[in-house]
């Protein structure tokens, strides 16, 4: 099997440039989506799992990570223009967006576009098209989770993970939590958490796979099931086992495996849909 090595390079998306690892090499590529508090570093260890000869491109969103200085607007339709021109700055035939809870979000209104090349989503702990239950005063509470490293501990032990992070993770969530720009980190909780999609995931005509955490109290099992699944007629969700919201990190086996499997399904049904396939199988 031959590996290829990520690279970094930069993107330009509309007043600025944001920063990404890029691997070459077996499709659909995949396009992985960052949470809200994260960076393409959140990515690595599912990317570690994967084969070393998937190609992928795992980036910052403006604001975040290494792209801080690029400014906004920084709501899930710019979020979406910017993921659409990393993909066509890769000038990729055939890919498949993997979203992280604001991730999903715009993975979401990227996939009701219907862009060429999309051959499938996975929503990983996504946010809902629309906000469940979002009042002012948690609005308020949320905008005010990343403000120090107190804050951020408070975050992770008590809403976003489950069981323990190593030392290394921990201090990763901490750098990638503060990096943001004010405007950046402001703007879900107070703008992006809020908008609403719901008339328009409906558009949504690839497969989709939806990962919720077992024991995720920002986006549950039993919330996407009422208030996603129901809105995506393509969708299907898979119950991660003994993790929070921060499934990525806190359970990168099951989530890698999932992926893998989703994009080898892909593989097959694209495969069976050829006109090779189609005349092989009339000629039986």
Not at 29 to 50: D, K, N, Q
Not at 115 to 133: E, Y
Not at 200 to 224: K, T
Request: charged share 20%; hydrophobic share 40%.
């Amino acid at each position: 099997m031959t590996t290829y090595t990520p690279i970094g390079r930069y993107f330009d998306v509309k007043d600025g440039r944001v920063y990404g690892h890029v691997r070459e090499g077996d499709g659909p590529a995949l396009v992985f989506l960052h949470y809200w508090g994260g960076s393409h570093r959140t990515w690595r260890p599912i990317i570690e799992r994967l084969s070393p000869a998937q190609a992928f491109v795992s980036y910052d969103h403006r604001g975040w990570g290494e792209s801080p200085q690029v400014p906004g607007p920084y709501g899930i339709e710019q979020l979406a223009d910017d993921a659409e021109r990393v993909i066509d700055a890769l000038d990729y035939g055939e890919y498949v967006v993997v979203g992280h809870s604001m991730g999903g979000k715009v993975a979401q209104v990227l996939a009701s576009r219907r862009p060429a090349g999309l051959k499938g989503v996975v929503l990983v702990a996504p946010a809902p098209p629309a906000p469940i239950g979002v009042t002012h005063e948690f609005q308020e509470a949320l905008a005010h989770a990343y403000d120090n490293d107190e804050t951020i501990d408070h975050s992770i032990d008590h809403v976003l993970t489950n069981g323990e992070l190593s030392a290394e993770v921990r201090r990763q969530v901490h750098e990638d939590s503060s990096r943001a720009g004010e405007a950046a980190r402001m703007a879900w909780p107070r703008h992006a958490l809020v908008e609403d999609f719901t008339d328009r995931v409906g558009a949504i005509n690839v497969p989709v796979l939806v990962l919720a955490g077992s024991d995720d109290q920002v986006d549950p099992p039993q919330i996407l099931r009422e208030h996603l699944l129901p809105l995506i007629t393509t969708a299907t969700l898979t119950e991660l086992g003994g993790t929070g919201h921060l499934s990525p990190l806190e359970v990168p086996d099951q989530v890698a495996f999932h992926i893998s499997a989703f994009v080898t399904r892909l593989q097959d049904l694209g495969r069976a849909a050829s006109p090779t396939s189609r005349d092989a199988n009339a000629r039986r």
